[in-house]
């Protein structure tokens, strides 16, 4: 019997896991890295032990440390979790031989099914469908587009869509890098790619008795970077036959290799209703509360009752109305999915019927890692938070999400909030009409510009609240209205930075308040230091502004709107030099493809930062020659920093007469 479990693993998921043992009875024990101190997985643990360090492989991926620690705190049981060290073979073993009970498949499972290549081939020995494997040196022009694919891992990294040959070397040797550094193993092979095809998954528990359970499937095929952001269950294009088809053969593969536990075969679905496996997943997803929400049962509970030898009883329930979980990432989807790191000022959900567990009824779950105040670094995924809704059909289920989506207090970081918003509300989404190439297809999702109207009014709401916020501070004459003059005065200014545009609020006070000079459609109703209520059109809407170092966040009905306070007075010796590349966010130099002296042209690569589990290409800005390279592999970088710089052609060539010119005067 399990009495003292360690997860090995961080944020969202090892709470998740503790919410269960709690219900049980059973001790928690935690590890965390120096990054994740304070983290709220930590507080939560009855004992937490440190692994010192920062970067994965110095903390969560050393099996060693971990084991050690589970012994330390008097731990009986290791669950893994997802990511870090959840489908290492060698982990699992060395948690067995250390006499813990490993709450997951048996090592040859997960080493069997750990290889995209080898795991294909066993599928098609026991019938169930595959996708030819290409090699990527003898691909033919008629098989393309094809992808390429890391054969280890997950999360979309090592995975690359080409379109034509003239793409495949450069895509090979990225994806090649790129697994290298994230698993170890720079294996990878090609595939056919199916631009309209669905991700479907059927998640499967399996006893040491000999019972195989389908839980039916969740839909996941709104992916960016390969990676799944919006997960739901039942999937609207799979019928009770095609569920069938899919969980027959999810409940071959997993018998084809004794598997025990709970685990996830995922499968590609053409339009026409053809399914191909792609790979199994040897643990819990990160999307398993849909599933939860749909049957009512507790996987986690479920995995501990096999891991102690126990057996699934019964038939697997049934699906009861529909679920749809959203991923929260701290990230920039119109700047290529860039991630963010900071401080996490503020994180509330409106609405949240349970934290980690079905709600009793039709409601939203939230699942999350973080609360005000967490420091989101850049040494692990930027996932905030999965916010879930269940209710009683997907429509219904869509709406609510959203709705909770937009209403969430998220302050400090920008998040892809408004892009699951807009998917959620997208005809086509509602219609059902979704696969892998959805947010390609449908790219004005992810590009679509701020509302000009919501970004104008939050400004002036900033601007009076700023004014209010003075004014309540005022220890002189603070009886006086706010920026009162005696005679008429020029107006005063506030501006602030949405973006790369600047919104310049010019006000007045007159005898009836404040009056925003440049927006006469504009009248203030009430100014208070963190709310204002502006009335435009006859329309009153209230307008919630928190401040912050060096930001102002409003949140209204309209939509969340971040401000940077422009200074009145700037610094000049603060402006990078003209061409200068910076640094988008903190992360690691892991390539450089160029030396100083090299000519570039516009959009060619010169090197690749990694951060929070991505990598980022930094391109030239404009043809021209490097003139700079203030970076080498393997250097950090923070945020802002100048990696290189790029002198446009046109100054480059004048600077190259001008020296021979110098040379040649006597």
Request: with cysteine; glycine share 8%; net charge negative.
């Given at each position: 019997m399990i009495t003292n479990l360690l997860v090995a693993?961080?944020?969202?998921?090892?709470?998740?896991?503790?919410?269960?043992?709690?219900?049980?009875?059973?001790?928690?024990?935690?590890?965390?890295?120096?990054?994740?101190?304070?983290?709220?997985?930590?507080?939560?643990?009855?004992?937490?032990?440190?692994?010192?360090?920062?970067?994965?492989?110095?903390?969560?991926?050393?099996?060693?440390?971990?084991?050690?620690?589970?012994?330390?705190?008097?731990?009986?049981?290791?669950?893994?979790?997802?990511?870090?060290?959840?489908?290492?073979?060698?982990?699992?073993?060395a948690v067995s031989a250390a006499g813990l009970t490993w709450v997951g498949p048996s090592p040859d499972s997960i080493e069997r099914m750990g290889s995209k290549v080898e795991s294909k081939r066993l599928a098609a020995s026991v019938g169930v469908p595959v996708l030819a494997e290409l090699d990527p040196e003898t691909v033919t022009d008629d098989e393309f587009p094809v992808l390429v694919k890391a054969s280890a891992g997950g999360g979309g990294r090592g995975m690359r869509v080409v379109h034509d040959r003239g793409a495949l070397a450069e895509a090979v040797e990225s994806a090649r890098a790129e697994a290298g550094s994230a698993f170890g193993d720079p294996t990878v092979f090609c595939e056919r790619y199916l631009e309209r095809g669905r991700h479907v998954e059927i998640q499967v528990l399996a006893d040491s008795h000999g019972?195989?359970?389908?839980?039916?499937?969740?839909?996941?095929?709104?992916?960016?970077?390969?990676?799944?952001?919006?997960?739901?269950?039942?999937?609207?294009?799979?019928?009770?036959?095609?569920?069938?088809?899919?969980?027959?053969?999810?409940?071959?593969?997993?018998?084809?290799?004794?598997?025990?536990?709970?685990?996830?075969v995922e499968f590609l679905v053409t339009p026409?209703?053809?399914?191909?496996?792609?790979?199994?997943?040897?643990?819990?997803?990160?999307?398993?509360?849909?599933?939860?929400?749909?049957?009512?049962?507790?996987?986690?509970?479920?995995?501990?009752?096999?891991?102690?030898?126990?057996?699934?009883?019964?038939?697997?329930?049934?699906?009861?109305?529909?679920?749809?979980?959203?991923?929260?990432?701290?990230?920039?989807?119109?700047?290529?999915?860039?991630?963010?790191?900071?401080?996490?000022?503020?994180?509330?959900?409106?609405?949240?019927?349970?934290?980690?567990?079905?709600?009793?009824?039709?409601?939203?779950?939230l699942d999350s890692g973080v609360a005000d105040g967490s420091v989101i670094g850049v040494h692990y995924d930027p996932m905030l938070a999965k916010v879930v809704a269940?209710?009683?059909?997907?429509?219904?289920?869509?709406?609510?999400?959203?709705?909770?989506?937009?209403?969430?207090?998220?302050?400090?970081?920008?998040?892809?909030?408004?892009?699951?918003?807009?998917?959620?509300?997208?005809?086509?989404?509602?219609?059902?009409?979704?696969?892998?190439?959805?947010?390609?297809?449908?790219?004005?999702?992810?590009?679509?510009?701020?509302?000009?109207?919501?970004?104008?009014?939050?400004?002036?709401a900033a601007a009076f609240a700023d004014v209010a916020h003075n004014r309540a501070r005022a220890t002189v004459l603070g009886s006086l209205p706010a920026a009162w003059r005696n005679v008429p005065s020029a107006p005063q200014v506030k501006t602030y930075r949405h973006g790369e545009t600047e919104y310049h609020v010019r006000y007045t006070a007159t005898r009836s308040g404040l009056v925003a000079v440049d927006h006469a459609d504009v009248e203030l109703v009430a100014a208070a230091p963190e709310r204002v209520v502006l009335r435009r059109g006859g329309v009153r809407r209230a307008f919630d502004v928190a401040r912050y170092p060096d930001l102002v966040t409003v949140d209204s009905a309209l939509g969340a709107v971040n401000l940077v306070p422009v200074p009145r007075f700037r610094d000049p010796d603060t402006e990078p030099a003209t061409g200068s590349l910076v640094a988008p966010m903190p992360g690691t130099v892991v390539r450089i493809a160029v030396s100083v002296g090299d000519r570039v042209h516009a959009g060619q690569p010169l090197l690749w930062l990694e951060a929070m589990k991505m990598e980022h290409r930094v391109a030239a800005p404009v043809d021209g020659r490097v003139t700079e390279l203030a970076v080498t592999e393997g250097h950090q970088v923070e945020q802002g920093a100048v990696l290189a710089v790029v002198t446009p052609e046109d100054e480059d060539r004048g600077a190259s007469d001008t020296v021979e010119t110098a040379k040649e005067t006597p």
């Open positions: 693993n961080r944020g969202e998921i090892a709470l998740r896991v503790f919410r269960t043992c709690r219900q049980q009875g059973i001790g928690t024990v935690a590890v965390y890295s120096d990054a994740d101190a304070d983290s709220p997985h930590v507080e939560a643990a009855d004992a937490a032990v440190r692994l010192p360090g920062a970067t994965p492989a110095d903390t969560y991926l050393r099996a060693e440390a971990v084991v050690t620690a589970a012994l330390d705190a008097g731990a009986d049981a290791v669950h893994p979790g997802y990511g870090f060290l959840s489908e290492n073979a060698d982990f699992a073993r019972t195989v359970w389908a839980l039916g499937e969740r839909e996941c095929s709104i992916q960016r970077r390969h990676q799944k952001v919006v997960e739901e269950a039942p999937s609207p294009a799979v019928d009770p036959a095609l569920r069938e088809r899919l969980c027959e053969a999810a409940r071959t593969v997993a018998r084809a290799v004794d598997y025990v536990g709970a685990g996830t026409d209703g053809e399914f191909f496996f792609l790979e199994m997943n040897t643990r819990l997803q990160v999307e398993h509360p849909v599933t939860e929400c749909v049957t009512g049962l507790d996987l986690v509970a479920l995995q501990l009752r096999i891991a102690e030898g126990g057996t699934l009883i019964g038939e697997p329930p049934r699906a009861r109305g529909h679920a749809i979980e959203a991923r929260l990432y701290a990230e920039d989807p119109a700047a290529d999915w860039r991630p963010r790191s900071g401080t996490l000022h503020r994180f509330a959900v409106p609405e949240v019927r349970a934290e980690f567990t079905v709600p009793d009824r039709h409601g939203i779950r269940w209710g009683p059909d997907r429509t219904a289920a869509a709406r609510m999400l959203a709705g909770a989506l937009a209403s969430a207090r998220i302050h400090g970081l920008g998040t892809n909030r408004d892009l699951l918003v807009a998917v959620l509300r997208h005809p086509e989404f509602l219609a059902g009409n979704t696969d892998t190439g959805f947010l390609v297809r449908h790219r004005a999702v992810t590009e679509a510009p701020p509302d000009e109207t919501a970004v104008r009014l939050s400004a002036v």
